[in-house]
């Protein structure tokens, strides 16, 4: 399977739904260290990202993307909007005009993803941020894609790790965001950021399996 | 002409307070525009409300933006990143800065007409004023 306009689309719309079903954990998982609105502003930016997707009608996977960060970072509200969007907005621009991505790329634009979040959060590996979740998925989904392997089992390895990663976040004490501020009463918590990153990946890879 | 101010801040009163007690003290010459909360009033960000905030501040001497925490700072380094991108905009300066103290600094050397450089230094300066 390529990932086209159309699978981009479904990623996003997958990733939606998931984030939508799980709200109520993810604000859970917020409340403990944060200020316990991830999943209602996570809901609320994913669902303007299928807004600006359904009125520009992108052609491309990386316009698809484009147009999802765009929605994000206008609605989230939170820090992930600015995060997450411009995640999306990076990796779309990385497909550049491809109307149909191969792994290699979309493994190049998950890891464009990973940079703009770097970039502008200033978060590493071992912060307990969403950067613990994705790091590992995109070096996962890059080795199966260096071998020569297929978009569904790349994105289903990046889905493993992230989710690996996420359960590397609770014992980690967090150096960035509202809960830096807890010191080490932030350990014995998944990390929200990390939880949505994992939802999202594991998306991608129903979407593309 | 002077270079304009805005605020952003998780929370519309925190900007709005802000902005008027460095109004109150820089006097009438500087425009400070306040963006604070979401778009639709609750607390977080907007980058549509800062960007309308940036357009409505300047006069063609440029932008001197603060922050105060968390999303505030990333959702204005997003929208710098956007002008950036899109060129022809206004010229936006982000000040790492305490954001009252700041503020209040940076609205005062404004009002002085001085250039954008040195009313983002000013902001950034207020660091190492010293209470107590």
């Not at chain 2, 960000?45 to 999303?71: E, H, N, Q, R, Y």
């Not at chain 2, 380094?77 to 103290?101: H, S």
């Not at chain 2, 050397?109 to 660091?127: F, H, N, P, R």
Request: proline share 4%.
């Amino acid at each position: 399977m390529a990932f086209d306009a159309q699978t981009a689309t479904a990623w996003i719309t997958a990733s939606e739904a998931a984030v939508k079903a799980d709200e109520a954990r993810l604000t859970g998982l917020d409340a403990a260290i944060g200020d316990g609105d991830h999943g209602a502003n996570m809901a609320r930016g994913l669902a303007a990202a299928l807004t600006n997707i359904a009125e520009r009608a992108p052609s491309t996977p990386g316009d698809v993307l484009v147009a999802a960060g765009r929605g994000i970072v206008a609605k989230t509200g939170g820090a992930s909007g600015p995060l997450y969007g411009s995640a999306f907005r990076r990796a779309g621009k990385a497909l550049g005009d491809t109307t149909s991505a191969s792994a290699d790329e979309v493994g190049a634009a998950l890891e464009a993803a990973l940079t703009a979040i770097k970039g502008l959060g200033g978060a590493n590996e071992g912060d307990k941020t969403m950067i613990d979740a994705l790091a590992p998925a995109v070096a996962a989904f890059q080795a199966v894609a260096a071998d020569g392997g297929p978009l569904a089992a790349a994105a289903a390895a990046a889905a493993d790790g992230a989710e690996q990663g996420l359960a590397a976040t609770v014992p980690m004490q967090a150096r960035k965001g509202r809960a830096s501020y807890l010191g080490p009463r932030s350990v014995g918590h998944e990390d929200p950021g990390a939880a949505s990153t994992a939802l999202i990946l594991r998306a991608l890879a129903e979407v593309v399996a | 002409m002077t270079v304009g101010i805005v605020l952003v801040s998780h929370s519309p009163a925190v900007a709005g307070s802000v902005a008027e007690m460095a109004a109150e003290l820089a006097g009438p010459s500087v425009a400070i525009r306040a963006a604070g909360g979401t778009d639709d009033g609750r607390f977080g960000t907007s980058i549509d409300l800062i960007a309308a905030a940036v357009k409505a501040a300047d006069s063609g001497d440029g932008v001197c933006v603060l922050m105060d925490m968390g999303s505030s700072v990333l959702t204005a380094k997003t929208l710098l990143e956007d002008l950036e991108d899109d060129g022809g905009g206004p010229l936006v300066r982000l000040a790492d800065a305490p954001f009252t103290e700041g503020a209040v600094a940076a609205a005062v050397l404004a009002s002085t007409g001085q250039d954008l450089d040195t009313v983002v230094g000013s902001a950034e300066q207020a660091w190492s004023m010293r209470k107590l």
